[in-house]
């Protein structure tokens, strides 16, 4: 009889994000190199409705586009926070075959295993927030996984399994002005977090450093997988013509005529001063802007909403803006791009950087945080606080065909060290270093 394959168990706190995140990227990229490595994958979610006996419901509750909030219920919400700081349970869920998954989101992960507890996220940060404890999560029943990878910091762990940590960065103590947490709270979490956790694991290099200096971590306690991505196979692989076809049909934009950047629309992107800097460099390519507002100031809004669907009469038109795309549209508008612009004020690893070069396409970058690690010599690297650098970077890659087609060739060489493979490499590594292994 064949040894059963080790049982790793990945959180879906991001993966059940309907729109995604570049952790919830991360937790699919995740589960595909563990389902290679020959481990038997699972999946926790938290849902809002509770865990029945009724198979249709649980999965239901597992695949439910998100419910609108009501009034609090403030006796229940906060009773059920106390409880929650002394453990919380996850029961299996079987799924109903009958149930179809939507495409938006992550979907329906490739896994062996789903379990469920309700709410489990929210009442865990709740619980973190109000009483700085860490909820500890049990798994109803013997098939239980050896291992619980929680794929970014969270005031979690699983008792009785090795509990990994994913470090993506550490933005909220090293850029403080660019989010909203409180960032007591997080460092709280953050330390808890390092206690508790077996191994921890960092996206990029810099991160790891930062990891160790910030939160003094041993150095032999946190390894750098990076990342590797997955992307749309029909709109990666189909040919330049037909994409070429699909951009002019779908987008009205010409093929390699535009630039593109994408991500969310947050202090830490550098958006203000990348529509600076294009506005100002007097290309007549388009700029495309892919992405939902996460939170903006009033001038960084004002201006991307001024030069926006033609709303400047000078110069109607000449930056387009998306909320959302779908996977397979936005990977075909990062092939038809001339260049991607991403000049981010910091990264902890930087996804677009990877996928443009994937895909063939320019990139303009940063020098900051990990994006050099991710670009090497493979794109144009500016200071994302200067404005006039970012301009002739633009107006550099709009004269230069040469440029564009050195950086093309570069990219996907460069894009080749964070291939699937080398992931899952990295990944057994660090598995083996807390005694898991698989015969695969």
Same mark, same amino acid.
């Given at each position: 009889?064949?040894? $059963?394959?080790?049982?790793?168990?990945?959180?879906?706190?991001?993966? %059940?994000?309907?729109?995604?995140?570049?952790?919830?990227?991360?937790?699919?990229?995740?589960?595909?190199?563990?389902?290679?490595?020959? *481990?038997?994958?699972? !999946?926790?979610?938290?849902?809002?409705?509770? !865990?029945?006996?009724?198979?249709?419901?649980?999965?239901?509750?597992?695949?439910?586009?998100?419910?609108?909030?009501?009034?609090?219920?403030?006796?229940?919400?906060?009773?059920?926070?106390?409880?929650?700081?002394?453990?919380?349970?996850?029961?299996? !869920?079987?799924?109903?075959?009958?149930?179809?998954?939507?495409?938006?989101?992550?979907?329906?992960?490739?896994?062996?295993?789903?379990?469920?507890?309700?709410?489990?996220?929210?009442?865990?940060?709740?619980?973190?927030?109000?009483?700085?404890?860490?909820?500890?999560?049990?798994?109803?029943?013997? &098939?239980?996984?050896?291992?619980?990878?929680? @794929?970014?910091?969270?005031?979690?762990?699983?008792?009785?399994?090795?509990?990994?940590?994913?470090?993506?960065?550490? /933005?909220?103590?090293?850029?403080?002005?660019?989010?909203?947490?409180?960032? $007591? #709270?997080?460092?709280?979490?953050? =330390?808890?977090?390092?206690?508790?956790?077996?191994?921890?694991?960092?996206?990029?290099?810099?991160?790891? $450093?930062?990891?160790?200096?910030?939160?003094?971590?041993?150095?032999?306690?946190?390894?750098?997988?990076? $990342?590797?991505?997955?992307?749309? =196979?029909?709109?990666?692989?189909?040919?330049?013509?037909?994409?070429?076809?699909?951009?002019?049909? !779908? *987008?009205?934009?010409?093929?390699?005529?535009?630039?593109?950047?994408?991500? #969310?629309?947050?202090?830490?992107?550098?958006?203000?001063?990348?529509?600076? %800097?294009?506005?100002?460099?007097?290309?007549?390519?388009?700029?495309? /802007?892919?992405?939902?507002?996460?939170?903006?100031?009033?001038?960084?809004?004002?201006? /991307?909403?001024?030069?926006?669907?033609?709303?400047?009469?000078?110069?109607?038109?000449?930056?387009?803006?998306?909320?959302?795309?779908?996977?397979?549209?936005?990977?075909?508008? /990062?092939?038809?791009?001339?260049?991607?612009?991403?000049?981010?004020?910091?990264?902890?690893?930087?996804?677009?950087?990877?996928?443009?070069?994937?895909?063939?396409?320019?990139?303009?970058?940063?020098?900051?945080?990990?994006?050099?690690?991710? %670009?090497?010599?493979?794109?144009?690297?500016?200071?994302?606080?200067?404005?006039?650098?970012? +301009? =002739?970077?633009? &107006?550099?890659?709009?004269?230069?065909?040469?440029?564009?087609?050195?950086?093309?060739?570069?990219?996907?060489? =460069?894009?080749?060290? *964070?291939?699937?493979?080398?992931?899952?490499? +990295?990944?057994?590594?660090?598995?083996?270093?807390?005694?898991? @292994?698989?015969?695969?």
């Amino acid at each position: 009889m064949n040894k $059963q394959a080790p049982s790793i168990c990945v959180d879906g706190f991001n993966l %059940a994000i309907p729109k995604g995140s570049g952790i919830a990227t991360y937790g699919r990229n995740l589960i595909s190199g563990l389902n290679g490595l020959g *481990f038997e994958t699972q !999946v926790l979610y938290g849902p809002q409705a509770p !865990v029945t006996r009724n198979s249709h419901l649980n999965t239901i509750a597992l695949t439910d586009a998100p419910t609108p909030k009501g009034p609090p219920e403030k006796v229940r919400r906060w009773a059920k926070t106390i409880s929650t700081r002394f453990g919380r349970l996850a029961r299996p !869920v079987m799924l109903n075959p009958d149930i179809i998954w939507a495409d938006a989101g992550s979907g329906k992960p490739a896994v062996d295993r789903f379990w469920a507890s309700q709410k489990l996220y929210d009442y865990a940060f709740r619980a973190q927030r109000a009483y700085g404890s860490n909820t500890p999560v049990r798994f109803s029943g013997p &098939a239980r996984p050896d291992v619980v990878h929680w @794929t970014c910091p969270m005031p979690l762990n699983a008792p009785g399994c090795i509990n990994l940590y994913t470090f993506h960065d550490l /933005i909220p103590l090293l850029l403080p002005h660019s989010t909203t947490e409180d960032k $007591q #709270a997080y460092m709280a979490m953050c =330390q808890s977090v390092v206690a508790k956790a077996d191994h921890l694991l960092a996206v990029s290099e810099k991160t790891r $450093q930062d990891v160790i200096r910030l939160l003094g971590v041993a150095e032999d306690r946190i390894t750098t997988t990076w $990342q590797s991505v997955s992307l749309p =196979q029909e709109a990666a692989s189909e040919s330049d013509d037909a994409a070429a076809s699909y951009i002019e049909g !779908v *987008f009205d934009l010409g093929w390699k005529d535009y630039f593109l950047y994408y991500g #969310a629309l947050e202090p830490k992107k550098n958006v203000a001063r990348l529509v600076e %800097a294009y506005l100002s460099s007097g290309v007549t390519r388009p700029l495309i /802007i892919v992405g939902g507002r996460s939170w903006l100031d009033g001038g960084e809004a004002a201006l /991307i909403a001024s030069v926006v669907d033609g709303q400047n009469r000078l110069r109607p038109g000449r930056i387009r803006k998306f909320d959302f795309l779908s996977g397979p549209m936005l990977t075909r508008l /990062i092939r038809g791009a001339r260049a991607t612009l991403f000049p981010s004020l910091y990264e902890g690893f930087g996804l677009p950087v990877l996928e443009s070069m994937l895909l063939g396409t320019a990139v303009l970058t940063s020098t900051a945080g990990s994006l050099p690690e991710v %670009a090497g010599d493979a794109a144009v690297q500016v200071d994302p606080y200067d404005v006039a650098a970012i +301009r =002739q970077a633009i &107006a550099g890659l709009d004269r230069d065909d040469d440029l564009v087609t050195e950086l093309s060739v570069k990219g996907r060489l =460069q894009a080749g060290r *964070f291939s699937p493979g080398e992931h899952g490499r +990295r990944l057994s590594d660090v598995y083996a270093k807390v005694g898991i @292994t698989s015969d695969a």
